[in-house]
């Protein structure tokens, strides 16, 4: 295979007709890797980490007054469809009622979102190794450290998020005042918010891209076109999905009192369908950058970090098993 580093070069070296060709792969593979199947694994394990991780946000939330849950839910309100915006009011009422306890809220719900998240970030690279059909080769040692990293890493970067999200109006008022800026910045601010959350954003799953598979790249890409594929996606596809729950769904009627609980898991199965699409289109794009160079397509076409300790018998060659010792005595037997 070529070097990793040439697989990494300029997107310029793609013709038209290459592009066309990592669409249409992309498009396939999507559905030979079962990526429908994997995000809906990846929501189960969502499912266990977001639960608990609402708790330390709210519970964070609850220690800094109404002053931020009130941007925060204003927020939410414009991103999410509105059975999961009734979700989070409720959770952040109900932490609010005991912010004396909120503390050990806070503790409890971070060591538990840790725990599950580490889980989702198993099925995600899981997932991805599916996506560039690559096998996990490395070691437990490895792996372990990389998800309880990841994890950590991401609960950072979302905690930085969050706080760039709740950073506005009366709050961002005091800090500005605090820090010797005028009433102009926070104006500036509440409007460049936006690009620097899509940006941090994309930055978190390119992260993810390039860390999860088992897959040797030369460093670590800022952005991926895969990446902010998914960002613009994902915004496309929450409106979407809010507008249409608004306006034609009928889950109140069909589910009752669970129709929040339905509309919830199907945004977070789409959410994560659309994070795995844009996995699919960034490997679809190292296998393009291989056949614009002269190479197969063949799979696979990318470097294992570590390769797997039994690789796969050749296409058309069966595994023999070797015969038992009784088999071979008695066949060795005048």
Same mark, same amino acid.
């Given at each position: 295979?070529?070097?990793?580093?040439?697989?990494?070069?300029?997107?310029?070296?793609?013709?038209?007709?290459?592009?066309?060709?990592?669409?249409?792969?992309?498009?396939?593979?999507?559905?030979?890797?079962?990526?429908?199947?994997?995000?809906?694994?990846?929501?189960?394990?969502?499912?266990?980490?977001?639960?608990?991780?609402?708790?330390?946000?709210?519970?964070?939330?609850?220690?800094?007054?109404?002053?931020?849950?009130?941007?925060?839910?204003?927020?939410?309100?414009?991103?999410?469809?509105?059975?999961?915006?009734?979700?989070?009011?409720?959770?952040?009422?109900?932490?609010?009622?005991?912010?004396? #306890?909120?503390?050990?809220?806070?503790? %409890?719900? &971070? /060591?538990?979102? *840790?725990? $599950? =998240? !580490?889980?989702?970030?198993?099925? +995600?690279?899981?997932?991805?190794?599916?996506?560039?059909?690559?096998?996990?080769?490395?070691?437990?040692?490895?792996? #372990?450290?990389?998800?309880?990293?990841? %994890?950590? &890493? /991401?609960?950072? *970067?979302? $905690? =930085? !998020?969050?706080?760039?999200?709740? +950073?506005?109006?009366?709050?961002?008022?005091?800090?500005?005042?605090?820090?010797?800026?005028?009433?102009?910045?926070? #104006?500036?601010?509440?409007?460049?918010?936006?690009?620097? /959350?899509?940006? *941090?954003? $994309?930055?978190?799953?390119?992260?993810?891209?390039?860390?999860?598979?088992?897959?040797?790249?030369?460093?670590?890409?800022?952005?991926?076109?895969?990446?902010?594929?998914?960002?613009?996606?994902?915004?496309?596809?929450?409106?979407?999905?809010? *507008?249409?729950?608004?306006?034609?769904?009928?889950?109140?009627?069909?589910?009752?009192?669970?129709?929040?609980?339905?509309?919830?898991?199907?945004?977070?199965?789409?959410?994560?369908?659309?994070?795995?699409?844009?996995?699919?289109?960034?490997?679809?794009?190292?296998?393009?950058?291989?056949?614009?160079?002269?190479?197969?397509?063949?799979?696979?076409?990318?470097?294992?970090?570590?390769?797997?300790?039994?690789?796969?018998?050749?296409?058309?060659?069966?595994?023999?098993?070797?015969?038992?010792?009784?088999?071979?005595?008695?066949?060795?037997?005048?």
């Amino acid at each position: 295979m070529t070097d990793p580093e040439d697989e990494q070069g300029p997107l310029e070296r793609l013709s038209r007709r290459d592009w066309i060709g990592v669409v249409k792969r992309t498009a396939k593979e999507f559905k030979e890797d079962n990526v429908p199947d994997w995000a809906a694994s990846l929501t189960y394990y969502a499912v266990l980490s977001i639960f608990p991780g609402l708790i330390v946000l709210v519970s964070i939330l609850g220690l800094l007054g109404q002053s931020a849950t009130d941007p925060l839910l204003g927020n939410i309100k414009s991103l999410t469809p509105g059975p999961v915006q009734q979700m989070l009011q409720t959770g952040l009422a109900n932490v609010q009622e005991h912010q004396g #306890t909120a503390g050990v809220f806070a503790v %409890t719900g &971070l /060591l538990l979102a *840790l725990w $599950a =998240a !580490s889980g989702y970030m198993g099925a +995600f690279i899981r997932a991805t190794n599916a996506i560039f059909d690559i096998r996990e080769g490395r070691p437990f040692w490895k792996v #372990t450290p990389l998800r309880v990293g990841l %994890t950590l &890493l /991401l609960v950072i *970067l979302m $905690a =930085a !998020s969050v706080l760039a999200v709740t +950073f506005t109006g009366r709050l961002a008022e005091i800090a500005g005042n605090l820090l010797g800026l005028g009433p102009a910045a926070v #104006t500036v601010w509440g409007i460049v918010k936006w690009p620097v /959350l899509v940006l *941090l954003a $994309a930055g978190m799953i390119t992260l993810l891209y390039y860390a999860a598979p088992n897959v040797r790249q030369p460093g670590v890409r800022w952005l991926s076109p895969g990446s902010l594929f998914a960002v613009v996606a994902w915004v496309v596809v929450s409106a979407g999905f809010g *507008l249409y729950v608004a306006r034609f769904g009928s889950y109140n009627k069909t589910y009752g009192t669970l129709a929040a609980v339905v509309v919830f898991l199907i945004w977070l199965w789409l959410s994560n369908l659309v994070i795995l699409s844009g996995a699919e289109l960034d490997a679809e794009l190292q296998r393009g950058r291989r056949i614009a160079e002269g190479e197969s397509p063949a799979e696979p076409y990318v470097d294992p970090r570590d390769p797997p300790k039994n690789p796969e018998p050749e296409e058309g060659l069966s595994e023999v098993p070797e015969p038992r010792r009784e088999e071979r005595q008695e066949a060795d037997a005048p």
